[in-house]
């Protein structure tokens, strides 16, 4: 592969100018990663064996603490001409990770063209299409023919992502109509663009969630989709890097906060502390959470010590119907997430939901039922009974709660991941908890009294 | 938005000729939703409405179940004419979802191009380049000029997703370099494809997992990737909207997979049995080690009716150490799943994990040692510091398991996933409670003894 054979071949390089040659020459992201990985001292000089172009697009691959350290170690002019290059969309994650003094600094020193792209984008929050557009797109008027559109194109010069489609707007920059390169290309010159291009314009607004813009692009097959605002005048375009970004990172934000990483976002290079503010405030919770269901077990405590086989049957109650409940939470918050299903869908999935339960609940109350019959004492057997009985009732729970949670907070427009799976276990736990104690407490009573 | 504009106009519609009209305008997708929502009487009628390129990227997007109920209702020559102009990836995908009497019914009325593009994918496993690859592509020659170059793609009429790059390649389809539409629209029309065609092609073979493919493509920011047999000769392309379905598949597959559903595919809408199928598998499983966790709990049953707090501690510390590992892989396994770690970095993440555990474990062992010396009766105080100590224990176990594990599988090839949530979570809690146990009943021991 092309990343290894480069790696490979830069380590032994002993001549710089040989370097400087193979710098060029090999993909940006695989010297970003060669520079990332020098020695601090070493990285300035190597970043300035870069081509102008090249250095640019490296730069954007460079991880932020190494963007600040080269900012700091470069030239004003050279540090100037980067920023000044990149992409308005990276070059606002850039200043969004920097300290405020730097971009400061940097700002000043940008024309007002890129100053104003950059604070466009910088106005929107985090998380909305406004945040990842960019505001370099091809704008066409109607009137143009196919070959003056074309010649627009190449006198654009603009990134590679973005000349896929063209937009058609009126003089208020009102979106219109989109047309595609390869339209435009397989066209004769002198048709006029407004007769071949497509008033269905798949669009999204500035305040559009990421993950909306992603699944919307995803379903119609889209490399660009255009960003309108209030008045959809057009002032963007999210392009198709970003939406797999955007997907990558709404999947693992979806895996965290089932796991219970508060956030959802913890890099796996994440130092020990930013770990451990991540993940400790839902482990206090469901500690704190317990304290309930403690309460709720405490005043049985001498139902346990005369039935002291619950010791062995409770953990299995709790492990079991907790794991159905996170499986059915699991596949309701990827299915909302990823757009299968939607809250419309709540009686429908709860439906095929019960049904499996229902399967599920006879096959773990049959094995739960008859490893408490072998384990109960010849005079508690009745025990055995009980406990299937219990566990087929919180298995019913778990998948009821596990779907109807998640669709319930979708539809109030709130996160469906905000159920971590620890806090739908801890639940079950206590809710099976307080039905199999006061169930035993009674029938204790029965044969007792 | 576009889609639930085109869905209100269409559910309006009485008279033909304006659905006619409507479902030839609106995009493929959701014509493929509106048929797939109709009584299984009217999707027959309102495909035969569709133009013949529309109908066949319709088709694409039908549900499996109703794309073979068109085929079985509609003429063969109309079938044949849709399956025949699919494209040769999306046909492969069809044939493995039909029946195998279908199929051979289809590929007989294929032409011998077409059923040679078909068998060629289908000869590969699924899950590899070669399985999502299309054998549409731009093929040129190096002595080719730009001019010739593009001439060529117009004429080729290929799918919109696969005219962005064309390769070049020698007499023997041996792939040599690359260049972007881009590039040969900004280059005057006499200069050689040769000359500014690159030779640095990021390529993967056929046998290369989906998964790497994605990643690759994902890296490089590709919108189509080369793929090439063992002897490097071009043998397709895998393009972007294969990616991003992609890494949306694997993404799901480990939500799945850390949630313990076999194979990780289970779809939100799958039918209760198939969900069952899927799930009971590892709750049965668990249960399976639960027996020799309670066997191993079993002989302390006198500790416990003597020390009845126990019964509301353990669950506490089962259910907080389970936390912890839970955390702990998934963080792992999307790491390794997204590339951002591998089993090379073994040492440094489990080097982070311990010490973000460190303060994980006192946190929690001093939230449980409390409870404990709270719950207790006053001759029993000592219990809480062995559940500090137990707990504190148990979390370093976990984070230690949650790290290794899933690196040691992907050190072996397999799948990190495999270590599921649950079969974690069973394991500590097995270790935890004999650890547990056994100090408690060498404490009483002493304080008896």
């Given at each position: 592969m092309l990343t290894q054979e480069g790696r490979v071949a830069l380590s032994d390089i002993a001549d710089l100018n040989q370097l400087k040659f193979e710098l060029n020459r090999i993909p940006a992201v695989d010297v970003g990663d060669y520079i990332a990985e020098l020695l601090p001292e070493r990285r300035a000089i190597a970043f300035r064996l870069l081509k102008k172009d090249h250095a640019i697009d490296v730069f954007e691959y460079l991880p932020p603490e190494v963007q600040e350290e080269l900012i700091n170690s470069l030239h004003n002019a050279h540090v100037c001409q980067i920023v000044g290059s990149m992409r308005p969309d990276d070059r606002a994650e850039l200043f969004d990770e920097l300290p405020a003094g730097v971009v400061k600094?940097?700002?000043?020193?940008?024309?007002?063209?890129?100053?104003?792209?950059?604070?466009?984008?910088?106005?929107?929050?985090?998380?909305?299409?406004?945040?990842?557009?960019?505001?370099?797109?091809?704008?066409?008027?109607?009137?143009?023919?196919?070959?003056?559109?074309?010649?627009?194109?190449?006198?654009?010069?603009?990134?590679?992502?973005?000349?896929?489609?063209?937009y058609v707007t009126d003089d208020n920059r009102k979106l219109l109509k989109v047309v595609s390169l390869r339209q435009l290309l397989f066209t004769f010159p002198d048709v006029l663009v407004g007769d071949i291009a497509s008033d269905r314009v798949v669009r999204v607004r500035t305040d559009t969630p990421q993950e909306e813009v992603a699944q919307l692009m995803k379903r119609y097959d889209l490399i660009?989709?255009?960003?309108?605002?209030?008045?959809?005048?057009?002032?963007?375009?999210?392009?198709?890097?970003?939406?797999?970004?955007?997907?990558?990172?709404?999947?693992?934000?979806?895996?965290?906060?089932?796991?219970?990483?508060?956030?959802?976002?913890?890099?796996?290079?994440?130092?020990?502390?930013?770990?451990?503010?991540?993940?400790?405030?839902?482990?206090?919770?469901?500690?704190?959470?317990?304290?309930?269901?403690?309460?709720a077990i405490a005043p049985f405590q001498h139902v346990i010590s005369s039935v002291t086989v619950l010791a062995v049957i409770m953990p299995i109650l709790a492990n079991?119907?907790?794991?159905?409940?996170?499986?059915?939470?699991?596949?309701?918050?990827?299915?909302?997430?990823?757009?299968?299903?939607?809250?419309?869908?709540?009686?429908?999935?709860?439906?095929?939901?019960?049904?499996?339960?229902?399967?599920?609940?006879?096959?773990?109350?049959?094995?739960?039922?008859?490893?408490?019959?072998?384990?109960?004492?010849?005079?508690?057997?009745?025990?055995?009974?009980?406990?299937?009985?219990?566990?087929?009732?919180?298995?019913?729970?778990?998948?009821?709660?596990g779907t109807l949670l998640p669709m319930g907070l979708k539809r109030l427009n709130l996160d469906p991941a905000l159920i971590s799976g620890p806090l739908l276990t801890t639940s079950l736990d206590t809710i099976g908890f307080l039905t199999f104690l006061t169930l035993i407490s009674s029938a204790l009573k029965f044969f007792n009294g």
């Open positions: 600094r940097l700002v000043q020193q940008l024309n007002a063209e890129e100053r104003r792209a950059t604070a466009t984008i910088l106005g929107y929050p985090e998380g909305t299409a406004g945040r990842v557009m960019t505001t370099e797109y091809v704008r066409l008027r109607e009137g143009l023919t196919v070959g003056e559109a074309l010649h627009k194109i190449r006198l654009s010069d603009e990134d590679k992502e973005t000349i896929y489609y063209a660009a989709a255009p960003v309108v605002d209030r008045e959809d005048r057009l002032v963007g375009i999210v392009t198709i890097d970003d939406v797999v970004d955007i997907l990558e990172e709404e999947a693992t934000e979806d895996i965290q906060k089932l796991a219970g990483v508060s956030g959802g976002d913890e890099a796996a290079w994440s130092p020990p502390l930013v770990t451990l503010r991540k993940r400790l405030p839902w482990l206090l919770i469901n500690i704190g959470l317990y304290i309930a269901a403690a309460s079991s119907s907790g794991n159905v409940g996170f499986q059915v939470l699991s596949v309701t918050v990827r299915g909302l997430g990823v757009g299968e299903i939607t809250p419309q869908d709540t009686l429908a999935i709860l439906r095929k939901e019960i049904l499996a339960a229902l399967g599920t609940a006879i096959a773990l109350a049959l094995s739960l039922g008859t490893l408490s019959l072998i384990w109960s004492p010849p005079h508690q057997r009745w025990v055995s009974s009980i406990a299937g009985l219990v566990m087929a009732i919180n298995v019913l729970i778990a998948a009821t709660l």
